[in-house]
């Protein structure tokens, strides 16, 4: 017969995926802060839940307490992330869950933000609330991969995504791309960037294609007005693209698009953290500038998108890098693969 500890883990474990599936109801809203859930159980019944909707509001904490009212008293809540220790827009958290009489808090992972890291279970236990930490760490983490990152280490999580065909080629020798993956792969596409601070790409796509880069999905959950508009980073060294409000280009008429003229990517992925908040980052651009990113080992994942067809050797290839041997290849870990519409997705994390 499983022991009382066995029993309490697994009960901890399926009332925190709880609380990860109610972080995920602000996956798209809530940059530059973390997407974060809140459950709150008594006697094994939940009794309130609640997450963090957008910087500025209220956290998870807050509304999964008023959720529960006057049930907070001795109850156990669940969150996926450390309670904040500090007063920034909003109150401390964890000053929030011992007023409502929380006796035991349950932690998916510590918050590295130098305002917090370790502050929010410290004041947890000086107020004589049992804590523990280390309860679905990893897919509470996966919510946050560029937040933790950026906290860590003042780089943001940069997601490199691709539409390639079956032979690893983008457009045809003219240029022409339109369209080589699917409409459900292009949605999907937008999913990535709701998720994205900023989104890198070069003067070449702009000139090229001239895309808008923005988040225009219905199909998000939430309305797209309710979506932080990514900001996006040119890439230009030549020159050739600047801010005109009567461009011909959607992207240069744009006042808050950003233009970096130096071929320094990592000062720029520092910039986008420590100047405009940007912790996840999405390339969308050619083939030059993936080599780049990829060769200079600035991407964490790596996201394909792979129509079933063959465009030729003609046509051009998926990324400029030009390895002298088998040695200095670029090798990656299969994270996920999944069929999309026509198409097959495959997400990749460097190894």
């Known amino acids: ?157 940069v997601r490199l995504k691709m539409a390639t065909s079956l032979d690893g080629r983008t457009a045809m020798a003219s240029g022409e791309s339109k369209w080589i993956t699917s409409a459900a792969a292009r949605e999907d596409v937008q999913t990535l960037r709701a998720r994205s601070g900023a989104i890198i790409t070069g003067s070449e796509t702009i000139i090229a294609d001239d895309p808008q880069l923005n988040v225009r999905s219905t199909q998000l959950g939430v309305s797209s007005e309710q979506v932080p508009t990514p900001r996006v980073v040119v890439l230009d060294r030549r020159q050739r693209l600047s801010h005109d409000p009567h461009s011909e280009y959607q992207l240069c008429r744009r006042a808050e698009t950003l233009y970096w003229r130096t071929d320094d990517l990592t000062a720029l992925l520092k910039n986008l953290v420590s100047e405009h908040h940007c912790y996840d980052v999405l390339v ?24 079933p067809c063959v465009l030729g050797n003609t046509a051009r290839a998926m990324v400029e890098f030009n390895p002298l041997s088998l040695a200095q290849q670029l090798r990656f870990e299969i994270e996920s693969h999944e069929k999309i519409g026509h198409d097959l997705k495959l997400t990749l994390l460097p190894l």
Do not use: W
């Open 284 to 307: 969308e651009a050619g083939a030059g500038i993936a080599g780049s990113f990829l060769s200079q080992q600035l991407v964490d994942e790596l996201i394909v998108y792979q129509a």
């Open 1 to 157: 017969m499983p022991t009382q500890n066995h029993a309490l883990d697994a009960q901890d474990r399926y009332f925190m995926m709880l609380a990860i599936e109610q972080a995920k109801h602000g996956l798209y809203t809530t940059r530059p802060n973390p997407a974060v859930g809140c459950v709150i159980v008594q006697a094994e019944t939940i009794v309130g839940q609640g997450f963090h909707p957008k910087a500025g509001e209220p956290h998870a904490e807050v509304f999964a307490i008023k959720d529960a009212g006057a049930q907070t008293i001795g109850a156990t809540a669940y969150v996926t992330l450390e309670p904040c220790s500090h007063t920034g827009r909003t109150p401390p958290c964890a000053i929030a869950l011992i007023k409502a009489g929380i006796k035991r808090v349950v932690i998916a992972g510590l918050d590295p933000n130098p305002q917090v890291a370790g502050r929010g279970v410290a004041i947890l236990q000086q107020a004589g609330i049992e804590v523990k930490v280390g309860v679905l760490t990893a897919p509470a983490e996966a919510l946050n991969r560029g937040f933790l990152k950026a906290m860590r280490t003042q780089m943001p999580y």
